[in-house]
T-cell receptor
């Protein structure tokens, strides 16, 4: 069974551009979570999608947004990129909320 | 405020030795506690998940314990291997504020030959 897959693996953007990150959850999982992990820091919760709806978001500005598609895959968009947005962005999925979440390998976003 | 504190921040041990990592939390009402292993630059990989009624769970050389009364958990690694070098993250979920688990900052373990 395939795990959580994220694309691209690496992404380099210049300041002010937009970045789009994608996540495919484990088959059957309906919840998708997005996290930001800056270098040397812990995971910071970004967004939670379940059944196509945004259910919760962390303390990030509105330029961090996303959506979940009918097949439960998800997209994270970061507008007006800033240098400090450089981080590993992790996606996780779970069958229902509160249960164990499985992580993808992440997208390394570098803003120059 | 829900918090998860892990200790020590970093740990260096020799190959073959045992070690124990600590996790204290204030998350309430408690739903579950998970331990993850994260290699540098990679996504976290689940080691164990425990609910309120479970006080110990093993996964190979990894054994997690949970004391829901004192709100403490530990991860014990037996006969460490070089491949155990990683960051170990404790994550606690509440029954409310769905989807917003609270992450500890992790313990960085280095196993030396």
């Amino acid at each position: 069974e395939a795990g959580v897959t994220q694309s691209p693996t690496h992404l380099i953007k210049t300041r002010g551009q937009q970045a789009t990150l994608r996540c495919s959850p484990i088959s059957g999982h309906t919840s998708v979570y997005w996290y930001q992990q800056a270098l040397g820091l812990g995971l910071q919760f970004l967004l939670w999608y379940d059944e196509g709806e945004e259910r919760n978001r962390g303390n990030f500005p509105p330029r961090f947004s996303g959506r979940q598609f009918p097949n439960y895959s998800s997209e994270l968009n970061v507008n007006a990129l800033e240098l400090e947005d450089s981080a590993l962005y992790l996606c996780a999925s779970s069958f229902v909320s509160y249960t164990e979440a499985f992580f993808g390998q992440g997208t390394r976003l570098t803003v120059v | 405020k829900n918090q998860v504190e892990q200790s020590p921040q970093s740990l260096i041990i020799l190959e073959g030795k045992n070690c124990t990592l600590q996790c204290n939390y204030t998350v309430s009402p408690f739903s579950n506690l998970r331990w993850y292993k994260q290699d540098t630059g990679r996504g976290p990989v689940s080691l164990t998940i425990m609910t309120f009624s479970e006080n110990t769970k093993s996964n190979g050389r990894y054994t997690a314990t949970l004391d829901a009364d004192t709100k403490q958990s530990s991860l014990h690694i037996t006969a460490s291997q070089l491949s155990d070098s990683a960051s170990y993250i404790c994550v606690v979920s509440a029954q409310t504020n769905a989807g917003k688990s609270t992450f500890g900052d992790g313990t960085t373990l280095t196993v030396k030959p």
